[in-house]
């Protein structure tokens, strides 16, 4: 596995592994590697093509009042498991490599970033966007593998690739739960063992959501208002939002159409701040 620093020998290393058929399949993360990162990579492995792991936590993707200095990191533990995994290649750019001095050109999708996550984070899917299209450049993958966690992530992504006229794929691979329900992220070590009950309660009234749909609701407004009942019941649990949208163009919908059907929610777990989502 070859580990690189620098965008010009990225560049070299990825037209290298990229001249067999099928080209390279890339994994964009921002380091603490977790069970979440790891169902990416091994999906992306199976495939039989050269993966190329990112490691980079991105500065642009932070808002003024969230802290890049304290986001968990974890290189040489990230760099075991990517061994182990069989990976290709891992590109760990410093922010000076892929922000130098001077640096003042960003790509921003104006739409499908504007709700949900982009109401309390306004900058945050620019800092995403202008990322991932530097690394579609540089690496130039034929894949790009993401996860069903971040489905906001993944329609801004889409729509920019489509906008750009990037010739790329990006693969959804299913959210990892652990044993309560609770979707695996880097932040949840910052959930103490108190608040395990209270954060699972968010995927709790999704499930119950879900079962409503299955049973005939088509009602926006019922399954809200049932979610939003379930999650108040935990006080240390504070909604941002709680929205049935369109998965392709994050727009809230007025009726549920299943299997096209996304219900969104991002709430404040004391000080420690969870998204999940349910296919509905």
């Not at 010009?8 to 990825?14: V, W």
């Not at 533990?77 to 182990?84: H, P, Q, T, V």
């Not at 922000?99 to 504007?114: A, I, L, R, W």
Request: charged share 20%; with cysteine; hydrophobic share 45%.
């Amino acid at each position: 596995m070859d580990t690189i620093d620098s965008v010009s020998n990225m560049r070299a290393l990825a037209t290298r592994l990229g001249s067999a058929k099928g080209g390279v399949s890339m994994v964009p993360t921002m380091g603490a590697l977790h069970a979440g990162h790891e169902a990416l990579i091994r999906e992306a492995v199976s495939a039989g093509k050269p993966v190329v792991v990112v490691l980079f936590v991105n500065p642009l993707s932070f808002g003024s009042n969230e802290s890049f200095a304290g986001y968990p990191r974890s290189l040489k533990a990230d760099l075991e498991l990517c061994g182990k995994l069989g990976v290709a290649a891992v590109f760990t750019p410093s922010p000076e490599e892929l922000y130098p001095k001077g640096f003042s050109t960003f790509v921003t999708e104006e739409s499908v970033s504007k709700p949900l996550c982009g109401v309390s984070r306004p900058t945050h899917f620019r800092g995403v966007t202008t990322l991932v299209a530097k690394l579609i450049n540089i690496i130039r993958p034929a894949r790009i593998y993401v996860g069903q966690k971040d489905p906001q992530h993944i329609a801004v992504l889409r729509k920019m690739a489509a906008d750009m006229s990037y010739d790329v794929e990006f693969v959804v691979v299913p959210t990892v739960r652990e044993a309560d329900g609770l979707v695996v992220g880097v932040r949840n070590r910052q959930i103490t063992p108190a608040l395990r009950t209270e954060a699972a309660s968010i995927n709790k009234a999704l499930r119950r959501a879900k079962e409503m749909v299955d049973s005939g609701v088509r009602s926006t407004d019922r399954l809200v208002a049932e979610v939003t009942h379930i999650v108040g019941q935990h006080n240390r649990v504070r909604i941002i939002y709680a929205q049935i949208v369109d998965p392709v163009t994050m727009e809230a919908m007025r009726e549920i159409i299943p299997g096209k059907t996304l219900f969104c929610i991002a709430a404040w777990v004391d000080e420690v701040r969870l998204t999940d989502n349910q296919p509905l």
